[in-house]
């Protein structure tokens, strides 16, 4: 559990753009939405140990502490970034890789009992939907109150209701996915 923690607090140290030194890390634990992180990790710990009650307990009190409902079966890999927990759902069934970064609001959701499965280094943006069994790739952003409710490729940077993918590795994308073409440079004699 520890070993993941000092992980998730390193990760957020560089999303602050801060060394991963222990000076960076005591604040981190001090930084909006670390409180969140820290209970879901305790938690996590008491659940796979099939300690049941303190993990409910550890869940209720997230809920009380950090304003935010992570399911006690949620998977999220190391370097879970949690950056202001208000308003935080996430589903017991889902699935994601490391570097998981979360704004507030985010809800990752369950649809007709199937749950997203998120890559690595996805970034939801705050108000962010994911809805539903949903596949999302690696090296993923979506952008604020974006609702995403289908699959999104490697790469992808998803905006809007429903979620759209407008570019793919930081190249833009026409509306049926293809890359934007670019017109020819002009020379200038």
């Known amino acids: 559990m520890f070993r993941i923690l000092l992980e998730d607090l390193g990760r957020k140290a560089e999303w602050y753009e801060l060394p991963r030194n ?32 303190p993990a409910l307990a550890l869940y209720r009190l997230n809920a009380l502490v950090g304003h935010a409902v992570i399911g006690r079966d949620a998977d999220l890999g190391p370097g879970l970034v949690i950056l202001h927990s208000f308003g935080i759902v996430i589903n017991s069934q889902v699935r994601a890789g490391k570097n998981l970064v979360l704004e507030h609001g985010v809800t990752i959701g369950a649809e007709k009992g199937r749950s997203p499965v998120l890559g690595d280094n996805v970034f939801l ?65």
Not at 29 to 35: A, L, M, N, R
Not at 157 to 176: H, L, N, S
């Open 22 to 53: 222990w000076r960076s890390l005591l604040r981190m634990c001090v930084s909006d939405g670390s409180t969140c992180q820290i209970l879901y990790r305790m938690m996590r710990f008491c659940q796979q140990r099939r300690l049941k009650l």
């Open 125 to 189: 943006g705050a108000g962010a939907k994911v809805i539903g069994n949903v596949r999302i790739g690696s090296d993923v952003k979506v952008g604020a109150n974006a609702v995403v409710t289908r699959d999104l490729p490697d790469g992808a940077t998803a905006v809007g209701v429903p979620a759209r993918v407008i570019k793919i590795y930081g190249r833009r994308v026409e509306e049926d996915g293809t890359p934007v073409s670019r017109p020819p440079d002009l020379v200038v004699a």
